[in-house]
């Protein structure tokens, strides 16, 4: 499926202590003996969002993302994050069905931030287990030996897929397999589907096209009688790439009604696919829709690794843009729950901020950390009254690295309108609240315009903003000027607006931003900016209660002090869990550390202060401290655990769980 690259993965011990990391399964010893989970890394590599549930029609064709890039195991297998700001993401969830993590190793496993970035967004997750030259006839003769052996290595992969958390597999046979153990191999896939389904209920294990009934490698570039036979006992078949524009149309003959079960594949670096992928992989993706199957999109990363201009983020966006006007459909609609809360932080930065206070300036990556993402639209025109939508890592943001900016020129009496999100939240007769955060320049004004339907009382759509609204009496159902939070803490430059509203018996379908400037009677055409940082939507607006720090088992293990005197360091993992033994029900907590000074008099009653420092996110109950710093004349370290909600709500430093060190 893809060019051999170098192994990627460093060579380590995975029993020892050390930065925690994602790392591939290499070698069928190693899948047959568990070794995986007795590593320092496991308990790490655990993803920690839950699938959320996906409302949308499955009888349409769907669309499978197959991520392939220089091996995999790049910037993400950093579990607790990386420093390069400029990593790959994806952030385009709103398009599809299913993401397949792909490398060349024998089980390739999700790094968890894949997992938690896809799950939040509705989008299954798939491993692969692939074998190929020059090994893997000999893998495949020992582990399809006998049927037992087959149901054996089937269970293992279960055994990971339900322990790390994610959907499933992908199975690339690429290599010739005994005639006689095709039997077996049959049974390997349905006895994987099996307990992968009996698991975890709606996986999915994906057949690639490639071995046929005789032994031989025979791709078929589409769903026959001679592939046929292995998509009948299990989810689905991923076909090769060199098919010809009826083969969709032959495919979903061939596959009756689970048609859409058949992803024609495409390869982003062409490579022989039908359209030539690249900006021309809508193509291919237009006679999949005709034919009415489903797509596999191989290396989307082609943007991203062939520096496609004028930059990766927009780019990325104009592509994306294309899959969207090919397929016709946004698979996943967001909101459709509440707590609704976004940042619309991507995963990168090159700085970190907390209600709009600045806590790290360090260039970071970590997917694991996007929140929902919005609806992005690429706009390829240039007009005065054209407005630039894009996260932004350079301006400040108010949670988080990432914010979304609107930046152009706009005319005084001109509004600039782009979707945000498309949910489906049914209003059940309860106050929503809304919270969000803006920024702005000048005379720029950054308002909301919410769509609601109803069968009874059918569209109405509303707009909020926070001055200006004259303009809009005779556009909108209804004008709403928000309350402004005024709060000693409130970051400078920001503005945090709220707002109350019951529409019984409706559904809020549409959110979007509108742009406009409060400067009446200049006709010529102005500079705008705008920052809207978060969104926050609830059914209360009573603030999140936290369990107290007492609540806590906080423990730490692996204390290793190196440096000289002058200049100590320390690494050590730190976990915590509730004391009544509960599943905490966080995905996120931030970890700070204050490094108290020693002090040999000081008044009774005063408290010491330390130098507090922001060092990290962790999204299981552990974090790993590698080498962290100790300046001369400290005295103690108090490692604090600030425990944070779906909702964006974060536990006062105060009062969170914390572990105490001393030097």
Partial sequence: MSVQSDDPTPPFDPSKPSVPISYPIKTLQELDSRSYFSSFHYP?????????????????????VCHDMKGGYLDDKWVQGGDNADAYAIW??????????????????????????????????????????????????????????AHKYAERLTELAVALGFDGWLLNIENNIDVNQIP?????????????????????????????????????????EVNKPFFDVCDGIFTNYWWQEDYPEKSAKVAGDRKFDVYMGIDV????????GGWHTNDALDAIVKGDVSAAIFAPGWVYETNQPPNFQTAQNHWWGLVEQSMGNVVQKYPDALPFFSNFDQGRSNHISADGVLVSSTKWNNISSQTFQPFVVYADDSTPNTIDVLVDFMEGSFGGGGNLTFRGTLKADATF????????????????????????????????????????????????????????????????????????DNAPGWDIEEFTIA????????????????????????????????????????????????????????????????????????????????????????????????????????????????IGVAHVEAFYVSQLAIPSGTSSLKFIIQVCDVDGASQKLEDAPFFQLNV
């Fill in 92 to 149: 385009h969830w709103f398009l599809m069905d299913v993401f397949v993590y792909f490398s060349h190793y024998l089980v390739t496993l999700p790094p968890p931030c894949w997992t938690n970035a896809a799950h939040r967004h509705g989008v299954k997750v798939l491993g692969t287990f692939i074998t190929g030259d020059p090994d893997g006839y000999a893998i495949c003769h020992e582990m399809l030996s006998t049927k037992e052996s």
């Fill in 417 to 488: 309108s782009t979707r945000l999100f498309l949910g489906q939240v049914v209003m059940d007769g309860l106050p929503v609240h809304f919270t969000y955060s803006v920024k702005s320049q000048g005379n720029s004004v950054l308002g909301l315009s919410l769509t609601f339907s109803s069968e009874a009382g059918g569209e109405t759509t509303l707009v909020v903003a926070s001055r200006g609204t004259n303009r809009f009496s005779s556009e909108f159902s209804d004008v709403i000027v928000p309350h402004r939070l005024t709060k000693p």
């Fill in 269 to 276: 670096f062409g490579r022989g696919t039908y359209g030539g």
């Fill in 184 to 224: 077996n191999l049959k049974e390997f896939i349905s006895h994987l589907t099996e307990t992968m389904h009996s698991s975890v209920p709606g996986s999915l294990v994906i057949w690639y096209d490639t071995v046929a009934m005789d032994g031989y490698i025979s791709y078929q570039n589409q769903l026959n």
């Fill in 503 to 614: 529409m019984n018996g409706y559904t809020l379908k549409e959110i979007r931003a509108v742009c406009f400037t409060d400067q009446p009677g200049n006709t010529n055409p102005v500079e705008y900016l705008a920052v809207l940082g978060h969104i926050k939507i609830s059914t209360s607006d009573k603030p999140t209660e936290f369990p107290p720090s007492t609540s806590w088992i906080v423990d730490g293990q692996y204390i290793e002090w190196g440096g000289s005197p002058g200049s100590k360091t320390l690494s050590l993992k730190i976990s915590w869990k509730l004391k009544d033994g509960k599943n905490p029900p966080y995905q996120t907590y931030n970890i700070y550390v204050e490094k108290q000074p020693k002090q040999s008099i000081r008044a009774p009653g005063r408290k010491v202060e330390g130098e507090r420092e922001y």
């Fill in 44 to 64: 790490f590599n655990k993803s920690s969002v839950p699938l959320r549930p996906n409302s949308a029609s499955t009888q349409r064709p769907r669309v499978l």
